[in-house]
């Protein structure tokens, strides 16, 4: 296993991961400083009555929170991305956390034990991929929405169901991905020796494989992520996954999709602006999971030297 400290070096030397992840960073940051504003100026008229005229007004320099135009309902488009931000990394790193663990347990018990547990849960994941991913999102999302609205409200209910949805079905690569780092693990010495030395399953699964599969989830967990945004996005724009007033990035575009394309009157900033944070954010996300995965290629830095 690669030390910490030469690793971070290597993370550090890596400018797609500094580029994406600087820029990511910062998204983040700024969607979750502004949520005292975004959140009171995301549920009212955003301004007040004597500047109505203001209801889809493109955008303009005249105040910050008109930079971006304001909507239908005169509210501030730049808030609206900032508060529809949150939500939609909140759920995709929800999400990819729950594929995450899924998809590691998974693998790992499969490539460790082999024999038919391992037959078994490999065809189970072969059968779950020949089903449509967005069918199968949509059917856990129908199956558990109501139960846990009852217990946790609508929009509680309506945010952990979607995550649920689509980590629950998101874990399938990153199931055979750690299977395959597993089974050339098993055949190494060290993990000879540990079972000669009659240590317990559990030790040599957090002590001695995990440490070496770091690398591979820490890659797959940044392409995860993005693929969990676009998925909420893609739900929401479809009218099935968050449901207003609470905005993502996906609702906000389904929002400016026909304003924004009527050829007489359009509003374009109503479907760009959206549409633009979405994109950098994934684009941000594939740079980092590039640049990690060069980071933890032991054959790219043997090149080097």
């Given at each position: 296993?690669?030390?910490?400290?030469?690793?971070?070096?290597?993370?550090?030397?890596?400018?797609?991961?500094?580029?994406?992840?600087?820029?990511?960073?910062?998204?983040?940051?700024?969607?979750?400083?502004?949520?005292?504003?975004?959140?009171?100026?995301?549920?009212?008229?955003?301004?007040?009555?004597?500047?109505?005229?203001?209801?889809?007004?493109?955008?303009?320099?005249?105040?910050?929170?008109?930079w971006f135009g304001t909507d239908s309902l005169g509210r501030s488009i730049l808030a609206?991305?900032?508060?529809?931000?949150?939500?939609?990394?909140?759920?995709?790193?929800?999400?990819?956390?729950?594929?995450?663990?899924?998809?590691?347990?998974?693998?790992?018990?499969?490539?460790?034990?082999?024999?038919?547990?391992?037959?078994?849960?490999?065809?189970?994941?072969?059968?779950?991929?020949?089903?449509?991913?967005?069918?199968?999102?949509?059917?856990?999302?129908?199956?558990f929405e109501q139960p846990l609205a009852a217990m946790f409200g609508t929009y509680g209910?309506?945010?952990?169901?979607?995550?649920?949805?689509?980590?629950?079905?998101?874990?399938?690569?990153?199931?055979?991905?750690?299977?395959?780092?597993?089974?050339?693990?098993?055949?190494?010495?060290?993990?000879?020796?540990?079972?000669?030395?009659?240590?317990?399953?559990?030790?040599?699964?957090?002590?001695?494989?995990?440490?070496?599969?770091?690398?591979?989830?820490?890659?797959?967990?940044?392409?995860?992520?993005?693929?969990?945004?676009?998925?909420?996005?893609?739900?929401?724009?479809?009218?099935?996954?968050?449901?207003?007033?609470?905005?993502?990035?996906?609702?906000?575009?389904?929002?400016?999709?026909?304003?924004?394309?009527?050829?007489?009157?359009?509003?374009?900033?109503?479907?760009?602006?959206?549409?633009?944070?979405?994109?950098?954010?994934?684009?941000?996300?594939?740079?980092?999971?590039?640049?990690?995965?060069?980071?933890?290629?032991?054959k790219r830095e043997a090149a080097k030297v």
């Open positions: 296993m690669v030390p910490v400290d030469h690793l971070w070096r290597r993370v550090l030397r890596s400018g797609r991961v500094l580029v994406g992840g600087g820029l990511l960073l910062l998204i983040l940051l700024t969607s979750i400083i502004t949520l005292p504003l975004t959140v009171r100026s995301g549920t009212r008229w955003y301004f007040d009555d004597q500047r109505q005229d203001l209801t889809r007004h493109p955008p303009s320099g005249a105040a910050v929170s008109e609206r991305c900032l508060l529809g931000g949150a939500a939609s990394l909140c759920i995709g790193v929800a999400a990819a956390a729950l594929s995450v663990f899924l998809g590691v347990t998974v693998g790992l018990f499969a490539g460790y034990r082999g024999g038919w547990i391992d037959s078994v849960l490999m065809r189970a994941v072969d059968v779950l991929y020949g089903l449509p991913y967005i069918l199968l999102v949509i059917l856990v999302k129908i199956a209910g309506n945010f952990i169901v979607l995550f649920f949805a689509i980590g629950a079905v998101s874990w399938l690569t990153m199931a055979r991905v750690v299977r395959g780092q597993v089974l050339s693990l098993r055949a190494q010495p060290f993990i000879e020796a540990c079972k000669a030395a009659g240590l317990p399953e559990r030790r040599i699964f957090l002590r001695h494989l995990l440490p070496n599969l770091v690398g591979p989830i820490t890659v797959y967990a940044t392409l995860i992520v993005p693929s969990a945004i676009l998925n909420e996005s893609f739900l929401s724009f479809l009218g099935i996954g968050i449901q207003p007033p609470v905005p993502t990035w996906g609702a906000l575009a389904s929002e400016g999709l026909l304003p924004g394309l009527n050829p007489i009157n359009h509003r374009w900033w109503m479907l760009v602006f959206p549409c633009l944070f979405l994109a950098i954010t994934l684009l941000c996300l594939n740079f980092a999971g590039d640049g990690l995965r060069d980071v933890f290629d032991p």
